[in-house]
């Protein structure tokens, strides 16, 4: 079996990105960033079996690359993402095997709690994750950007928790994560309660999205300013930065502070530290020094 290095090394003949996977496109547009596009364009990027496995994949990849220090996500095509691709996913969830009610549910718990983790791997993965939305965000894609740390989108961009009009409630992280994300419980019912459509404009002001674009190339080129910026830090800052902030959504204030302190006291202990103090003597951005890798 060809590894997956293997794989993205080999350059495509069209110019695009290499990809190992049939769901996703990975490319490197900027020094230690990684896009991951989703990218079944012609099925509007839905949510198929393959996808599921890939992401896990991917990201656990992207955790271990000392190469990457930020990543980008986005949606080739004319969407983001429609979410669940119903046709190819039913047979799993609808035709569990199993011989009585518990042998069955058994199955079905070991299912979902399998397809949480193609989500939670962005949360759990210690570099950022931008992800750039443009056009519709349905169903799964809601689960998807909210595992994400900074979330943008077009003016043309939708939003929509789907899942009660298709019979079930939101079981891979939008109902966990969305309540974390957006500050009114209230939007966040009546979103998921009523399946309704969010605009760009009601996306902005309740917080789920941090800045809004014209267009879709205007916001890829947003979210690789921003990349390169984060890329441009101490990864030693950045990524304990992320993995403290979501510790301390989880947990109360002194719990947080306690693991901060046992953390920082020994990523203090770092060279980073000083080289970014002695460029901010000399009134140099950080992006100027070159700090070694994680």
Same mark, same amino acid.
């Given at each position: 079996?060809?590894?997956?290095?293997?794989?993205?090394?080999?350059?495509?003949?069209?110019? +695009?990105?290499?990809?190992?996977?049939?769901? *996703?496109?990975?490319?490197?547009?900027?020094?230690?960033?990684?896009?991951?596009? *989703?990218?079944?364009?012609?099925?509007?990027?839905?949510?198929?079996?393959?996808?599921?496995?890939?992401?896990?994949?991917?990201?656990?990849?992207?955790?271990?690359?000392?190469?990457?220090?930020?990543?980008?996500?986005?949606?080739?095509?004319?969407?983001?993402?429609?979410?669940?691709? *119903?046709?190819?996913?039913?047979?799993?969830?609808?035709?569990? +095997?199993?011989?009585?009610?518990?042998?069955?549910?058994?199955?079905?718990?070991?299912?979902?709690?399998?397809?949480?983790?193609?989500?939670?791997?962005?949360?759990?993965?210690?570099?950022?994750?931008?992800?750039?939305?443009?056009? @519709?965000?349905? +169903?799964?894609?809601?689960?998807?950007?909210?595992?994400?740390?900074?979330?943008?989108?077009?003016?043309?961009?939708?939003?929509?928790?789907?899942?009660?009009?298709?019979? *079930?409630?939101?079981?891979?992280?939008?109902?966990?994560?969305?309540?974390?994300?957006?500050?009114?419980?209230?939007?966040?019912?009546?979103? @998921?309660?009523?399946?309704?459509?969010?605009?760009?404009?009601?996306?902005?002001?309740?917080?789920?999205?941090?800045?809004?674009?014209?267009?879709?190339?205007?916001?890829?080129?947003?979210?690789?300013?921003?990349?390169?910026?984060?890329?441009?830090?101490?990864?030693?800052?950045?990524?304990?930065?992320?993995?403290?902030?979501?510790?301390?959504?989880?947990?109360?204030?002194?719990? +947080?502070?306690?693991?901060?302190?046992?953390?920082?006291?020994?990523?203090?202990?770092?060279?980073?530290?000083?080289?970014?103090?002695?460029?901010?003597?000399?009134?140099?951005?950080?992006?100027?020094?070159?700090?070694?890798?994680?």
């Amino acid at each position: 079996e060809w590894s997956v290095f293997t794989q993205q090394a080999m350059s495509s003949s069209s110019g +695009g990105p290499t990809s190992p996977y049939t769901t *996703l496109a990975i490319s490197h547009p900027a020094e230690s960033v990684t896009h991951v596009e *989703l990218h079944r364009p012609e099925k509007l990027n839905a949510m198929n079996k393959a996808f599921w496995r890939e992401m896990v994949d991917c990201f656990n990849e992207i955790s271990g690359d000392p190469d990457c220090r930020v990543v980008v996500v986005s949606g080739a095509g004319k969407i983001f993402t429609a979410g669940i691709d *119903l046709m190819d996913m039913a047979s799993d969830v609808l035709q569990p +095997g199993g011989d009585d009610t518990a042998r069955v549910s058994w199955n079905i718990r070991r299912i979902i709690t399998k397809y949480q983790e193609t989500f939670s791997v962005i949360e759990k993965c210690p570099k950022p994750v931008v992800v750039a939305i443009h056009g @519709a965000c349905i +169903g799964g894609g809601v689960d998807l950007i909210t595992a994400c740390d900074i979330r943008l989108c077009t003016h043309d961009a939708w939003f929509q928790v789907k899942e009660v009009d298709i019979g *079930l409630a939101a079981d891979v992280g939008t109902l966990q994560r969305l309540p974390k994300v957006i500050g009114s419980r209230s939007l966040v019912n009546e979103l @998921a309660l009523t399946a309704r459509k969010m605009f760009a404009d009601e996306a902005k002001s309740s917080g789920l999205v941090s800045r809004v674009f014209a267009e879709k190339e205007a916001m890829m080129a947003g979210a690789l300013e921003m990349a390169g910026e984060i890329a441009g830090r101490s990864p030693v800052a950045v990524q304990g930065t992320k993995i403290n902030l979501i510790y301390a959504r989880d947990h109360s204030v002194p719990e +947080g502070l306690d693991y901060m302190a046992t953390w920082n006291m020994s990523m203090l202990q770092t060279q980073d530290v000083m080289k970014s103090a002695q460029a901010a003597m000399e009134k140099k951005s950080p992006k100027t020094i070159a700090f070694s890798k994680l």
